[in-house]
């Protein structure tokens, strides 16, 4: 687990009044689901009782009729949590729940946050004990070890402490809390089923339950959510510039949701506008590498006047217990999600579009599928710019030298993916897909350039490492 704080792409979802508080919430996880398959979770409470089930793997894997059923409580909220690799633990599965002196309390987060080590090393100095290596867990003891006589203003100056991006929502006994950083870097949205307050990372969780959407969760916002209604408050007075995460439009996000107020599949169609404009190609026909590829191909070909067709198709079935094929069975793993359509492909000039190239490894080994597939020429066109430095906010890119567009050049990722010609989109051509304006968005991704910067210094930004290393001095 020793990359696990850069693996917190997760999914946060709360309901607050309503009697199927956990069967809706358990719905809510169903459309989160593709921000995160390792882990699953709810927690609810009756205004007096809290009840948890948390378990690994898929949303459908964890929970069955009985632990539903169980589940009672008109106050809920839910957690899906992600990871690349195979290394899971139940223990940073959330929502976390702790019993305080001021009762339970329940933490589903989004986000990492840049000032966990010295947080939880002052946390532990004043006697706090953690369970976990998840930063979340902090939040949690630092509003438990909060002085303020007031429960809310406890909640906030619990909250004022902490650094980076995190969307949450926090269950009390008798409410749920949505909270996003000053900063917004991800999403988190508020709506309304039935006279009871729903939050949810992506409002395609709102569509699927038929709650209707009201408003994002501001930057920098507080909402408490109760009997008595909304009340909302500001972590603090102080203005900040937004830092939406840019990402979320190209890639991680799902395409019928809006995030910051705009839909992201329309976004990404204006992506692939922007990249027909900006690398015109000579092709018979354009493929999408799906589901994420999906939208922007749609621009491209509506801009290049190419006709688009479905040159590759995705195996959505894919769950934790798919069990990786032997070593020597080249190409298995990768043909198991993404199969070419050898009759559309077979002596077609194609051009593929990606929506990002990262280690560049999965892209090489796709490539080579379509080659065997019997495509006649392969260009591809990535619908963001090159990846050159890692995320500190949640999204979980490699580190530096693992970012194949750090230390090679286009043309160097062009001959080791097996490419006839590679282009990028510019991150001028990003900005004008983006719905809105530029100086709203974290880029640092694009551009090594931080809005806020992990404390230590960047490159070095491990909880786990950095508790080791301090242990050893
Ligand atoms: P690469 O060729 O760099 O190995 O992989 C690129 C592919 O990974 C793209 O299709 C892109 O959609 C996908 N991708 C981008 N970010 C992530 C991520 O955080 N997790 C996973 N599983 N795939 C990602
Ligand atoms: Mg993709």
Redesign the pocket.
Known sequence: MANDYLKD?CGVFGIFGHKDAARLTYLGLYALQHRGQESAGIVTSDGRLVREHKGMGLVSEVFNEEEISSLTGNIAIGHTRYS?TGSSNIKNAQPFLVETLAGHIAVAHNGNLVNALTLRRKLEKEGAIFQSSMDSEIAIHAIAHSKKKDFKERIKDGISQLEGAFSMALLVEDGIIAVRDKRGFRPLSLGKLDGAYVIASETCAFDLIHAEFIRDIEPGEILFITDKGLKSDRISDKKTRCSFCVFEYI?FSRPDSSIYGHNVHLTRKRQGRELAKEAPCKADLVIA?PD??SSAAIGYSEQSGIPLDMGMVRNHYIGRTFIQPAQHIRDLSVRVKLNPVKDVVKGKKIVVI???????????ARIRTLREAGAKEIHMRVSCPPHISPCYYG???PTKEEL?GSSHTVEEVRRFIGLDSLAYLSLEGLYKAMPLPKNKFCVSCFTGKYHVLPEHGIGKFNLENQLSFLNKI
Request: no cysteine.
């Open positions: 792409k690349t890639y590498i994420s590829g990606e929506d990002s190239i990262v280690r560049g490894t999965t892209s090489k999204i979980d890119f194949i």
